[in-house]
Nanobody
Framework: EVQLVESGGGLVQVGGSLRLSCAVS????????IGWYRQAPGKEREGITC????????WYADSVKGRFTISRDNAKNTVYLQMNSLKPEDTAVYYC???????WGQGTQVTVSS
């Protein structure tokens, strides 16, 4: 059974940091590109970063560039999202998913308080 399970969300103050994890099971995460997405209340889901399977290259949305870092640990079959310098506008439910869109995690809430 294919599963993606996010963890690491929570409440943090402005300027703080969190690290989200996306644990992959049922397939080798390194064989698939994985993306992180978020959805704030009343807004559409947006893609914020991804890591590609072929060469491990990454992409970031302008809204998180320079503050967020995506990485993967193939031995643990886990993809991480390190989030620094958090802002109130980063408050959202964060999801990881395969870039094919076939598999999604259940989401983890991140709340940044001012």
């Amino acid at each position: 059974e294919v599963q993606l399970v996010e963890s690491g969300g929570g409440l943090v103050q402005v300027g703080g940091s969190l690290r989200l994890s996306c644990a992959v099971s049922g397939f080798r995460g390194e064989d698939y590109g994985i993306g992180w997405y978020r959805q704030a209340p009343g807004k559409e889901r947006e893609g914020i970063t991804c890591i590609y399977s072929d060469d491990g290259s990454t992409w970031y949305a302008d809204s998180v560039k320079g503050r967020f870092t995506i990485s993967r640990d193939n031995a643990k079959n886990t993809v991480y999202l390190q989030m620094n310098s958090l802002k109130p506008e980063d408050t959202a439910v964060y999801y990881c998913a395969t870039l094919t869109g076939a598999y999604w995690g259940q989401g983890t809430q991140v709340t940044v308080s001012s």
